[in-house]
């Protein structure tokens, strides 16, 4: 987009497309590339591949075999994604400085939102606390244009 100077905005109107549309068919492009390659093949719809987003590479390509051989569809994908995202979520290292208190769990809740984040932004969101009721809300990124779009994203929503 950034290379035309265009935004989502205008390529959907240039499509006839709904922006959420463009948006979405956009995001299918941080898909690790075994994943893209089975969606062109239409080994996977766009909806698997939508809800593989929210993973790393290596369990994005893990979960889109398993759709594959298990014939998955999108809900039971969505329950497995939960599933990982959980599980990593339980191994999530908590810093804890001031005293040798255990360090807070997450709640169902914040699990949640996390999982929530990770759609919209689609980025591997993460919600860290600390024991004083505080915390951090991490979005990493690993290129400038998966900045812009995050960014773009919360622009949006502001």
Known sequence: LSQFDRTIEQLAQRLSLDR???NNMIRLLDLAEPVKQALQAEKISAGH???LLSLDNEKQVALCEQIQSESLSVRKTEAEVRKILKG??????FENTKQPA???QMTNHLV???QQLREILGAQVEIKLKTDHSG???IPFDSNETFERIT???RKSA
């Open 49 to 51: 591949a939508r809800t």
């Open 112 to 114: 949640d939102l996390q």
């Open 136 to 138: 951090q809300i991490l």
């Open 88 to 93: 990593d979520v339980e191994r999530v290292p």
């Open 20 to 22: 959420s549309t463009v």
């Open 102 to 104: 255990a360090a807070p």
């Open 152 to 154: 773009g994203v919360l």
